[in-house]
């Protein structure tokens, strides 16, 4: 098992979590109360910083709960967290829903995934090799 090392930013913030054994994802925690209005974007802030492991990132991810019950989402999903950054982890929430929506200091507010990151090398060329699906894209397989 490997290690996440997480520096608390502010004393009262709550250390990412498992809610279950075997969940992929780790509960990340709102610092500050606010309300996000509909169709109103948010930064939320967590508190914390974290010294991810080489070769990993961590993905920021919604939490199916607040999606289904009440339009609230992760904006840019997954978000990134690079190996290098030590800056606070914010959580960049948008409300769909047609009411105002209350975070909580302490609520979840999403997930936090960590992923091994494979490093491509770049190599510019003039044709591509050939496949079944050549350029069909965006519903080219039907409904």
Sequence with gaps: MMKLKV??????????QYAHP???GMDLYAIDAMTISPGEVALIKTGLAIELPP?????????SGLALKHAVTVLNTPG??????RGEIG??????????FQVSSGMRIAQMVIKPVIYAQVEAI????ESSRAEGGFGSTGQ
């Design 7 to 16: 520096k608390r930013l502010r004393e009262e913030a709550i250390l990412p």
């Design 22 to 24: 075997g969940d992929a």
């Design 55 to 63: 070769g990993t990132e961590a993905q920021i991810r919604p939490r």
């Design 80 to 85: 990134t967290i690079d190996e290098g950054y």
């Design 91 to 100: 959580v960049i929430l948008i409300n769909h829903g047609p009411a105002d």
């Design 126 to 129: 003039e044709v591509l090799s």
